[in-house]
């Protein structure tokens, strides 16, 4: 079964900067497009950023040009630097494939942004 980690998250002011990891296993990982979701408290889950297994990425226009999505397949992990942090980018993060039907969600990173 695929099992996936995310670490990272944390306390931090607005306009500061964190990197989110999130390693997988229990599949090829070199072989999946992923994606990073959030969700913050009373919302869905939003995906904000994907990155196919070429490399190619797309980002939500609401952290486009703030967030970069990358991936390591030598260490099956997929990254997410999140530069100028405002606060509605408060929320826990999670990463998944972005195929049909996603993998079980792991536990997710916190993310808080309070001055």
């Known amino acids: 079964q695929v099992h996936m980690v995310e670490s990272g998250g944390g306390l931090v002011q607005p306009g500061g900067s964190l990197r989110l990891s999130c390693h997988v296993s229990g599949t090829i990982f070199s072989l999946n497009d992923m994606g990073w979701f959030r969700q913050a408290p009373g919302q869905e889950r939003e995906r904000i950023a994907t990155?196919?297994?070429?490399?190619?990425?797309t980002y939500a226009d609401s952290v486009e040009g703030r967030f970069t999505i990358s991936r390591d397949n030598a260490k099956n992990t997929v990254y997410l630097q999140m530069n100028s942090l405002q606060l509605d980018d408060t929320a826990v993060y999670y990463c998944n494939s972005i195929r049909l039907v996603p993998w079980p969600w792991g536990q997710g990173t916190q993310v808080t942004v309070s001055s």
């Open positions: 990155i196919s297994t070429g490399g190619v990425t």
